[in-house]
């Protein structure tokens, strides 16, 4: 399995970047998992590692069309794709009256009638 997830990548890469050059590309399978790293000329880079669990983790850095540098880590495991970065949105603040009212609900809790 992380011989192809590594394969499809690498393709996958190759199709979306046709004229980008691979400066590195290294890859260490083993029985207990497997390191992976590759560098693009475009300033592109991934480096991941995985276990015999499934679990993996790794950074994925690149610059954007506007010249930004883009730095995304990631975890996949049992609890899902958890990336993070300072590019990735974020949820606005709970207004405070629903922070309130969910204090309040906690506070006095119903009590249904059996019949």
Same mark, same amino acid.
């Given at each position: 399995?992380?011989?192809?997830?590594?394969?499809?990548?690498?393709?996958?890469?190759?199709?979306?970047?046709?004229?980008?050059?691979?400066?590195?590309?290294?890859?260490?399978?083993?029985?207990?998992?497997?390191?992976? *790293?590759?560098?693009?000329?475009?300033?592109?880079?991934?480096?991941?590692?995985?276990?015999?669990?499934?679990?993996?983790?790794?950074?994925?850095?690149?610059?954007?069309?506007?010249?930004?540098?883009?730095?995304?880590? *990631?975890?996949?495991?049992?609890?899902? *794709?958890?990336?993070?970065?300072?590019?990735?949105?974020?949820?606005?603040?709970?207004?405070?009256?629903?922070?309130?009212?969910?204090? *309040?609900?906690?506070?006095?809790?119903?009590?249904?009638?059996?019949?």
């Amino acid at each position: 399995m992380f011989k192809a997830l590594l394969i499809c990548t690498i393709v996958g890469l190759a199709v979306a970047f046709p004229n980008v050059e691979v400066i590195k590309d290294s890859k260490d399978v083993r029985a207990d998992g497997f390191d992976a *790293y590759l560098e693009t000329d475009d300033g592109t880079s991934e480096t991941r590692s995985g276990d015999v669990h499934g679990n993996i983790q790794g950074t994925i850095s690149w610059v954007s069309p506007e010249g930004d540098h883009i730095d995304i880590k *990631y975890v996949a495991d049992e609890h899902g *794709y958890q990336p993070t970065g300072a590019h990735l949105p974020t949820p606005p603040p709970v207004p405070e009256a629903i922070l309130k009212s969910l204090a *309040y609900l906690a506070a006095h809790p119903s009590h249904e009638e059996h019949h």
